[in-house]
């Protein structure tokens, strides 16, 4: 899969699961997409979604170890 069919995934299922998000373009001119108020950059949303987290649960185990 390409990069593009990755994010169009990722969020397609962010919308199934009825997760609000939206985005906005950072300082470094690259989008950051909000997931309840959790700010993940395009790779960090594709990462969840490869790996099948891309959950409220599997989102806050993400940002756990990020920042451990």
């Known amino acids: 899969m ?3 069919d990755d994010l169009t995934g990722a969020l397609a299922q962010l919308a199934m699961a ?3 998000f939206t985005s906005e373009i950072g300082s470094d001119r690259k989008k950051i997409y909000i997931i309840d108020s959790i700010r993940l950059t395009k790779d ?3 990462l969840l979604y490869k790996k099948g987290a891309l959950t409220r649960d599997g989102i806050r185990r993400y940002l756990v170890d990020r920042a451990a």
Request: aromatic content about 0%; charged content about 10%; cysteine-free.
């Open 18 to 20: 009825g997760m609000a």
């Open 2 to 4: 390409s990069v593009s």
């Open 44 to 46: 960090e949303l594709i």
